[in-house]
């Protein structure tokens, strides 16, 4: 399979990265998450929030990445299974790279 190439603005990169540390300020999400499938996932957003974190040290106006299979799904499962509102910015984005993702892997 091969990678998943995203573009995004600064803003979709800051949105997510706090989503993520949301998750992972909530009290011991490791032990929270009751299935080996959402650690799996937890483990998968938290290396894409990682990335992304990478890629805000410089300035830009546009940004790209490479996702693995793995993280792309991730972040579809992510979109599908916590944020489900397409209306909002994050939600908007996050649904583009779903519905991406979903036609990349499961079409």
Known sequence: M???KIKFKRPFAEGYTDLVQK????????????TDDDKLLLAALVEVKDKLAAKLLHQQELYSLKLTPVQS???RLFYNDYVKDSTSY???ALMKIANESHQKFTV
């Open 2 to 4: 091969k990678a998943h």
């Open 73 to 75: 799904i991730a972040l």
């Open 23 to 34: 998750l992972l300020c909530e009290d011991d999400p490791v032990k929270r998450m009751d």
């Open 90 to 92: 994050m939600g908007n």
